[in-house]
């Protein structure tokens, strides 16, 4: 799936691209302001895209003088599937959120990371996630590592996407701030949290731990 334009999946024409101007907004918009921040495609070939849609009723269009007015029907029975394609990043990382939560050993934190945490991957991309085990577990426990199996299985089920996860202690995680490994930086730059202590909190922490 790609995580930057996530509607692709099932609509890869130019009319997602428009839909997910209209949808962001309530405002009423012209042909020509669709087509610049759709950023796709051409101002015709907008134009077309909005005909077809208003002629569905799934968008409305009214005249403003020598300019026509473009907006969502969002009465429309098909709008809230236009919304829901539009969230479909928002719904993966909710699903992955939930499973960690169910995890019987829990982890010290984890976060999505990268292209998923930045919302600018694509089909290609993995879905990076960024695992700290309690110190007290074994890396080789067999209930973690079903756990993280299950995981990443679970995550290419329902994206598409391969699961990259990035797993250390937090002795591991001391030596990595240490080093200044580029995960460190990955992390700061972009991360959605999804269990334990925010980003910033976590590193903090650890880092007094190491200067200690």
Same mark, same amino acid.
Request: glycine share 8%; proline share 5%; with cysteine.
């Given at each position: 799936?790609?995580?930057?334009?996530?509607?692709? @999946? /099932?609509?890869?024409? +130019?009319?997602?691209?428009?839909?997910?101007?209209?949808? $962001?907004?309530?405002r009423?918009?012209?042909? %020509?302001?669709?087509? %610049?921040?759709? *950023?796709?495609? *051409?101002e015709?070939? @907008?134009?077309?895209?909005? $005909?077809?849609?208003?002629?569905?009723?799934?968008?409305?269009? #009214?005249?403003?003088?020598?300019?026509?007015?473009? @907006?969502?029907?969002?009465?429309?029975?098909?709008?809230?599937?236009?919304?829901?394609? +539009?969230? +479909?990043?928002? !719904?993966?990382?909710?699903?992955?959120? =939930?499973?960690?939560?169910?995890?019987?050993?829990?982890p010290?934190?984890?976060?999505?990371?990268?292209?998923?945490?930045?919302? =600018?991957? $694509?089909?290609?991309? =993995?879905?990076?996630?960024? /695992?700290? #085990?309690?110190? =007290?577990?074994?890396?080789?426990?067999?209930?973690?590592?079903?756990? +993280?199996?299950?995981l990443?299985?679970? /995550?290419?089920?329902?994206?598409?996407?391969?699961?990259?996860?990035? !797993?250390?202690?937090?002795?591991?995680?001391?030596?990595?701030?240490?080093r200044? !490994?580029?995960?460190?930086?990955?992390?700061?730059?972009?991360?959605? @949290?999804?269990?334990?202590?925010?980003?910033?909190?976590?590193l903090?922490? %650890? %880092?007094?731990?190491?200067?200690a």
């Open positions: 799936m790609d995580l930057s334009r996530p509607y692709t @999946v /099932i609509c890869p024409t +130019l009319e997602g691209p428009v839909l997910d101007v209209l949808a $962001h907004t309530t009423p918009l012209t042909g %020509r302001e669709i087509a %610049r921040l759709a *950023s796709r495609g *051409s015709r070939g @907008v134009r077309l895209v909005l $005909h077809r849609l208003v002629a569905q009723g799934l968008v409305t269009a #009214r005249e403003a003088g020598s300019a026509s007015l473009f @907006v969502l029907n969002r009465e429309h029975v098909a709008a809230g599937i236009v919304e829901g394609l +539009l969230r +479909l990043r928002v !719904e993966l990382i909710e699903r992955i959120r =939930d499973e960690v939560e169910g995890w019987s050993s829990p010290v934190h984890v976060s999505v990371f990268g292209s998923a945490a930045r919302a =600018d991957g $694509h089909v290609e991309s =993995d879905i990076d996630l960024f /695992i700290v #085990r309690p110190e =007290d577990l074994a890396e080789d426990d067999p209930q973690w590592r079903e756990q +993280l199996h299950r990443a299985e679970r /995550i290419e089920r329902w994206s598409g996407n391969n699961a990259s996860l990035h !797993e250390v202690s937090p002795k591991g995680l001391k030596a990595a701030l240490r200044g !490994e580029p995960i460190i930086a990955s992390l700061r730059d972009a991360s959605v @949290v999804l269990a334990g202590p925010e980003i910033a909190d976590l903090a922490r %650890r %880092r007094e731990r190491a200067i």
